[in-house]
């Protein structure tokens, strides 16, 4: 079985006996309430996903992500999980206290402050996301935290609400799946988009080669535009029942937000598919990108720089539908001209089915067409 991250799986989830005991004292900690984002990322560090870490990044650890891509340790990690916290709490809190984190009133996890530094704005937009532009979504978000940080480890007292329980799959339960199943190797999709049949033969292309492929869409916040979790989810559903093996593929769900991150977001769905105990990942063409902020390609080159991540990529490039061919290609394997391919530009496929209009067959399958047609406002706002 694929080893974790740094090693081993992190496991901050208080016992049932610790967690009454804490909940009988619960009133003796300064709170913070924390949005959907924040609280489903806590849960993603106490269930392991983002193995080795903890809780949230100290500086020493920051620092060395922002300026090195890895933590202080020397293990490879790209993009800070931070905690902000507004002035007025940050001024009453010290080095050594606990504070209470909570989400929708009810207590979510307690988080032991070891670290308390500021927050350059400006560095880690051009640093994580290569650029300080506004109209990027990661770095405007930068630009409304606080500018004061807290780090230290959390341990988790309830886990958050599950809309998509049938999906919501901790690493441990996937790596428990892929046992039962009798898989050694396993290849990850990343998506937040519904499929489209170049999306089809790129899993099942990389698939060939591995026991069993996990498709993992992102659910969490989306820029405006994007499609929204129930059709991408539903979209799969359909698409996998008709059209995949259940004995050698698995539907489960990423429940962390989008950070258009581009090359170094890359290197992190690598890492989180990795301790999901996957041992091959997709990268296509663009991969975590928005509008012309990265090179095609630049989310494929970054991984030569970290040959110790311990998950093998598998890259593919181009592909389109060669009408001469009757099937998808790529760059590889055609001779014929691009006026014999029909290009999957998802801006144009996505316009057709807002109007209601069906794509070519050769295109989405009917199926994957009808879930987004039959959903009167498929996108983000």
């Known amino acids: 079985m694929q080893k974790p991250h740094g090693g081993k799986l992190v496991n901050r989830v208080l016992s049932e006996e610790a967690r009454k005991d804490l909940l009988g004292h619960i009133d003796e900690f300064p709170r913070l309430a924390v949005d959907k984002d924040a609280a489903k990322d806590i849960e993603n560090i106490a269930v392991g996903v983002f193995s080795p870490l903890q809780g949230f990044v100290c500086k020493e650890d920051y620092d060395s992500i922002i300026h090195r891509s890895r933590l202080a340790n020397d293990t490879a990690w790209t993009i800070p999980l931070t905690l902000d916290i507004e002035p007025a709490l940050a ?30 704005k400006e560095e880690y937009s051009k640093n994580v996301f290569g650029t300080t532009s506004p109209d990027h979504p990661g770095v405007s978000k930068i630009n409304n935290m606080n500018e004061t940080l807290l780090g230290g480890p959390i341990d988790l007292i309830n886990k958050t609400p599950k809309e998509y329980y049938k999906y919501s799959l901790a690493p441990i339960e996937t790596r428990i799946l892929f046992e039962e199943k009798g898989w050694r190797t396993i290849v990850a999709f990343q998506t937040r988009n519904t499929p489209h049949i170049g999306h089809e033969y790129v899993q099942k292309a990389a698939l060939t080669f591995v026991d069993g492929i996990l498709i ?48 170094k977001e890359a290197i992190f769905h690598a890492i989180m598919r990795k301790n999901f105990g996957c041992t091959h990942f997709i990268v296509g063409r663009d991969h975590a990108g928005v509008g012309n902020f990265y090179e095609p390609f630049a989310a494929q080159e970054i991984f030569d720089d970290f040959p110790d991540l311990g998950i093998t990529p598998l890259f593919f490039r181009s592909f389109s539908y060669c009408k001469k061919c009757g099937s998808v290609v790529n760059e590889k394997i055609c001779p014929h001209p691009i006026s014999d391919h029909i290009m999957f530009k998802g801006t144009e496929i996505r316009n057709l089915l807002q109007k209601g209009e069906r794509p070519s067959e050769l295109l989405v399958r009917p199926e994957v067409a009808d879930i987004i047609i039959q959903n009167k406002n498929p996108f983000v706002d």
């Open 216 to 263: 993992n869409p992102l659910i969490g916040r989306k820029k405006s535009g994007d499609f929204k979790d129930e059709v991408i989810l539903k979209s799969y559903e359909v698409l996998m029942e008709h059209y995949f093996l259940k004995e050698n593929s698995l539907l489960a769900i990423l429940e962390t937000e989008m950070r258009y991150g581009g090359p």
């Open 91 to 120: 001024n009453r809190l010290t080095i050594g206290d606990k504070l209470l984190l909570t989400y929708n009133n009810e207590p979510l996890a307690l988080l032991y402050i070891e670290d308390k530094y500021s927050l350059n």
